[in-house]
C-alpha cells in the first residue's frame, strides 16, 4: 500500500462518525450526486435545438463512458485487484460497495462525462469536473475508495473522452466549446 494513498485516506477519512451533517453530506456526494450529473448531462443534451447536435453529443459521451468504465476499468479490474479501505482496515463503510477498488468506476464515469462536456461547453464541463473531484473525495470519505483510486479513474475518464472526440472528429476543432475568456 503506498504511503500516498495511506496518508491522505486518513487525513479525509477521519473526520467519520464525528458530526451526522458531514456523514449525510459525505453519503448523499459520495452515493446520489452522480444521479443528479446525469440529469444535468440530459438537461444540456435537450437545451440544444439541433436534434443533429443532440445526437452527436449523446454518442460522444455514450462511446466516451463505455470506453473508460465499460472497458478499461473493467479490464483492470479483472487483471488486477486492490483491497478497498474498508477490507484493508477492516471497518463498515457509510455506504455498500463490492469489488476492486482500482481504478474508480464512478470516476472514470464522471471525468469522462465532465471532458466531453468541456469539449461542448466549457462552463459546464467545468462545473462538471468540480462535481466529480467532490464526488471522488466524498467516494473516499465514506471509504470506498483510496486516494489514487479516483486519481486513476479520472485519468481514465479523461484520456477515453479525449481519444473518443479526436477519433470522432479527426483533424478538425468540432465546434468546441465557448470559452469563458473574451476573444478577439
Known sequence: MSTFNIVVFTWIHRLVGRNI???????????????F?????????????????RFALFAEATLAI??????????IHFFYYHPRPFDFYGFAP????????????????FFALAMMLWYAD????WWYFGAAIVMG?????VGV????????GAVIGIGSAIAVHFLLYPGTQRKTAKSTSAQP
Not at 68 to 74: C, P
Not at 122 to 125: E, F, I, L, Q
Not at 145 to 151: G, V
Open 21 to 35: 451533517f458531514l456523514d449525510g453530506t459525505g453519503i448523499f456526494l459520495a452515493e446520489w450526486l452522480p444521479y
Open 37 to 53: 450529473l446525469v440529469i444535468g448531462f440530459f438537461i444540456f443534451i435537450f437545451s440544444k435545438k439541433d436534434v443533429r447536435e
Open 66 to 75: 463505455i470506453l473508460s468504465r465499460g472497458i478499461i476499468t473493467t479490464a
Open 94 to 109: 457509510l455506504i455498500s460497495e463490492s469489488g476492486s477498488s482500482f481504478p474508480s468506476g464512478h470516476a472514470a464515469w
Open 122 to 125: 466549457r462552463k459546464w464541463g
Open 137 to 141: 473525495i466524498a467516494r473516499i470519505y
Open 145 to 152: 475508495h483510496w486516494p489514487l483510486d479516483i486519481i486513476g
